[in-house]
């Protein structure tokens, strides 16, 4: 077995506990699998995910995308009406909009937390403005405070994507209690897992009867048995097996991100003599750590995928999220010009380092000489 494979499989082995079988034993032994409204462990789930978000309203999904679409469905788009999204940032942001007849409008991120920069959404407002996607990119939380403020101020609806973000705070509160409507991620490499799955909160009403009905089909969800339709919907429902999951995964939540700091705390002062830019995470804030992030030094613009080849042939994973911003992918080819220089700049140098719950120190000493063997065969 290679060590990059001794390390991927320790993290996944890392993540299902007997806990977590047993819950899901249960429900196969019921017979119960899935339900149209939701079973108990669907229910159990969406009110823990509610309590612990400060939000009146939970609806658990099939897919991180599937809580986005659901969120852009809710606001109702008219054709034209435009979406800020950050310029870095998974395909899905942008997708959802497009799906709704939405114009996506990037904005530029903050240099130092990758984030999406409050100045640059300020600057993309127009009287076609509907909502903000603000993504907290690899578990770092975004200036929530400030972005809530423009947003109060411009009478815009904020959508949280906390798919690479769940249990991180900000001013001591989980990220998905700031915004009008909160996603969440419940894929296999993310910090509450089922496999694939994720969940949608809200607060407000009018939002959450939408959701509530497109998640299903578009059905009049008071009359469930009547089988009719006001609607155009999705088939969205999580099933009673993967709220099962999930549920035991949420209450590990806090002390598997204390892990993965832990682990940060570790890589990083073995890479301390290295010029490399970490994410930078402000003393509000408690990063969750999808990965940590990294930014080469300028001298390695153009030689960042070389870099990552080197790691890998060193027997080391490594990760590049995202090499290319949303304004350069082959898809946006001949609709705009490049309008987010920071967020290009930056997927030009950056890479991520896995920090899983599970790692030993040997893994991440290995990953670490790995790092800077590559490194200084470039330099």
Do not use: W
């Amino acid at each position: 077995m290679t060590k990059t494979q001794d390390i991927l499989d320790t993290i996944n082995r890392a993540i299902v506990d007997e806990a977590d079988i047993q819950r899901v034993t249960d429900v196969l032994r019921s017979g119960f699998l899935s339900k149209p409204d939701g079973g108990p462990y669907v229910a159990a789930f969406q009110e823990a995910m509610a309590k612990a978000h400060n939000q009146k309203h939970a609806f658990a999904v099939n897919s991180g995308t599937s809580a986005l679409h659901c969120a852009i469905m809710a606001m109702e788009l008219n054709k034209g009406d435009e979406v800020i999204i950050p310029a870095l940032a998974n395909i899905a942001d942008y997708s959802v909009i497009i799906q709704e007849g939405g114009t996506p409008i990037f904005a530029d991120i903050d240099p130092k937390n990758f984030n999406i920069d409050p100045a640059s959404i300020e600057a993309k407002i127009t009287e076609k403005t509907r909502a903000i996607i603000v993504v907290h990119m690899y578990g770092q939380p975004a200036k929530m405070h400030e972005i809530m403020a423009i947003a109060k101020k411009r009478k815009l609806a904020v959508i949280e994507d906390c798919a690479q973000a769940a249990g991180a705070r900000y001013n001591g509160e989980y990220v998905g209690s700031f915004g009008d409507i909160s996603c969440v991620s419940l894929y296999q490499t993310k910090h509450i897992i089922c496999g694939e799955g994720g969940i949608v909160m809200t607060s407000n009403d009018q939002y959450a009867a939408v959701i509530t009905s497109v998640a299903n089909n578009g059905i009049i969800k008071d009359r469930l048995d009547d089988y009719d339709y006001d609607r155009i919907g999705c088939n969205y429902q999580l099933s009673e097996i993967h709220a099962a999951l999930a549920l035991g995964q949420l209450q590990k939540l806090d002390k598997k991100n204390i892990e993965r700091r832990e682990n940060v705390a570790f890589i990083t002062s073995l890479l301390a003599d290295l010029p490399l830019q970490f994410q930078h995470s402000p003393d509000n804030t408690e990063h969750s750590y999808f990965y940590l992030t990294a930014l080469l030094p300028e001298s390695f613009v153009g030689k960042r995928d070389e870099f990552c080849t080197a790691v890998q042939q060193l027997d080391s994973p490594i990760k590049k999220l995202y090499p290319l911003a949303l304004t350069e992918l082959t898809l946006m080819k001949g609709k705009l010009e490049p309008v987010c220089p920071i967020a290009q700049h930056i997927t030009k140098r950056v890479f991520n380092i896995h920090v899983n719950p599970g790692m030993k120190r040997a893994h991440m000493e290995h990953i670490t000489a790995c790092i800077r063997d590559a490194y200084n065969s470039l330099a």
